[in-house]
T-cell receptor, first 112, second 118 residues
Framework: QKEVEQDPGPLSVPEGAIVSLNCTYS??????FMWYRQYSRKGPELLMY????GNKEDGRFTAQVDKSSKYISLFIRDSQPSDSATYLC????????????FGKGTLLTVNP | GAVVSQHPSWVICKSGTSVKIECRSL??????MFWYRQFPKQSLMLMAT???????TYEQGVEKDKFLINHASLTLSTLTVTSAHPEDSSFYIC?????WGLGFYEQYFGPGTRLTVT
């Protein structure tokens, strides 16, 4: 079993739809949970990060972490064509090695 | 936010030659940097951890002699692909963590370097 599982999709939705992206993990030591967005042929950029369980909202984006289920989600409301990208979940145990464990990434296309 | 740059953004080389890719942290110091490889429509694969002033730590299955990493200063790490072959063609990305105060760190990624070996 891989440490982080993420459905690679691809996912195609109409503009304005609510998008739900998910990752599951097996390592209970993970404490920091991140979502990165990567446009084609660009480096990833941090979208959201959450410490431990709970919700975090930033504009149209909401990140949820359920440590008891080892499950994290990213919701995108009122999706826009500019949201079309690959979304990668990433996790860290909080140690000093700064090494992130990534999911496979989900390719999202928002159609106008 | 902090910026990580990479140079070149795209390089084409002939099989058998070596290629050097630079990764720079522009407004912060990075004792640690990471090098990733990414194939089309696939996730990031961590290749190695670059440590300033010491040897790099390579992930299992990554050839140390083929992918030479040098972290000569607190703002520069280089990845040299030696004797490149077409199968080395890929998107190479570096990242550097920056910790702000007592808070959690953020991992900043470079824009990537596209290597094409002909």
């Amino acid at each position: 079993q891989k440490e982080v599982e993420q459905d690679p999709g691809p996912l195609s939705v109409p503009e304005g739809a609510i998008v739900s992206l998910n990752c599951t993990y097996s390592n209970s030591a993970f404490q920091y949970f991140m979502w990165y967005r990567q446009y084609s042929r660009k480096g990833p950029e941090l979208l959201m990060y959450t410490y431990s369980s709970g919700n975090k909202e930033d504009g149209r984006f909401t990140a949820q972490v359920d440590k008891s289920s080892k499950y994290i989600s990213l919701f995108i409301r009122d999706s826009q064509p500019s949201d079309s990208a690959t979304y990668l979940c990433a996790m860290d145990s909080g140690g000093s090695n700064y090494k992130l464990t990534f999911g496979k990434g989900t390719l999202l296309t928002v159609n106008p | 936010g902090a910026v990580v740059s990479q140079h070149p953004s795209w390089v084409i080389c002939k099989s058998g030659t070596s290629v050097k890719i630079e990764c720079r942290s522009l407004d912060f110091q990075a004792t640690t940097m990471f090098w990733y490889r990414q194939f089309p429509k696939q996730s990031l694969m961590l290749m190695a951890t670059s440590n300033e002033g010491s040897k790099a730590t390579y992930e299992q299955g990554v050839e140390k002699d083929k992918f030479l990493i040098n972290h000569a200063s607190l703002t520069l790490s280089t990845l040299t692909v030696t004797s490149a072959h077409p199968e080395d063609s890929s998107f190479y990305i570096c990242s550097a963590p920056a910790r702000w105060g007592l808070g959690f760190y953020e991992q900043y990624f470079g824009p990537g370097t596209r290597l094409t070996v002909t």
